[in-house]
């Protein structure tokens, strides 16, 4: 019966030896040679994807805060608000109202309950993301690519999300936007739906280069193997 051959380069062999290698020491052999071969994973891979969990963390939480704050644009003396509209008089405290329609901006109150609806719903999407890209660092079983896909779509979807609340309330208050006006937690939510389009992006790219590698060489063999 065949043996495996001594100092020799296991792969070749491996290839046109197969079907004829029948000792039971053999498979033994080619899988302690093909432990040895495998590459170790490398050290930027886990690092940027630690980055891109940490961008996706600050972007839901920088979100989180501007829905709950809701007040994104000063104008005179009304503050407009995803949730309240307020008014001031003579430096007194605010006065703010549930009932949108008192701002007398046309289609305010409409319009507003679908921006409000789809950034909230922009945070829902992120943080199932967040878990998936979490989860697939997590586990290390075959799956895990596929976990880190979805997660990164799902920040897509977020970022779309997010910015098209934005687009609603620049677009409802068009004629009392102005620069400086603009709140702080409207640019935290601005920056946030950055950080989700950068995570999506940035997760999409590497995962990708990540399983076509994994394909191609998933030890350092050739595909055919």
């Known amino acids: 019966m065949p043996s495996c051959p001594p100092g020799e380069d296991f792969r070749p062999w491996i290839t046109a030896s197969s079907q004829r290698c029948w ?29 891109i969990i940490l961008c996706a963390s600050l972007a839901v939480v920088l979100s989180s805060i ?26 007194a405290e605010l006065h703010c109202l549930r009932d949108l329609r008192q701002a007398h901006v046309p289609g305010l109150a409409s319009g507003m309950a679908v921006a409000r ?24 079983d075959p799956r895990s690519w596929h976990r880190w896909a979805v997660g990164s779509a799902l920040f897509l979807l977020a970022f779309i999300l997010s910015f098209g609340g934005l687009l609603s309330f620049l677009t409802l208050l068009r004629n009392q936007v102005t620069l400086m006006g603009l709140t702080l937690t409207f640019w935290s939510e601005f920056t946030a739906s950055f950080l989700f389009f950068l995570s ?23 595909a055919e193997f």
């Not at 009304?78 to 430096?91: E, I």
């Not at 999409?204 to 394909?215: F, G």
Request: with cysteine; aromatic share 8%.
């Open 66 to 91: 501007s829905i709950c704050d809701g007040y994104w644009l000063l104008a005179d003396d009304r503050l407009f608000g995803l949730w309240h509209f307020c008014t001031t008089s003579n430096q």
């Open 23 to 51: 000792q039971p020491g053999c498979g033994a052999v080619a899988q302690k040679l093909l432990a040895q071969r495998r590459p170790r994973r490398s050290f930027s891979d886990p690092s940027i994807r630690a980055l």
């Open 117 to 140: 609806s789809v950034a909230t719903l922009a945070v829902v999407v992120a943080i199932f993301g967040l878990e998936l890209l979490m989860v697939s660092q997590v586990s290390e």
């Open 200 to 222: 999506a992006v940035s997760g999409l790219h590497v995962n990708s280069i990540s399983r076509t590698d994994s394909v191609t060489h998933p030890w350092g063999l050739p």
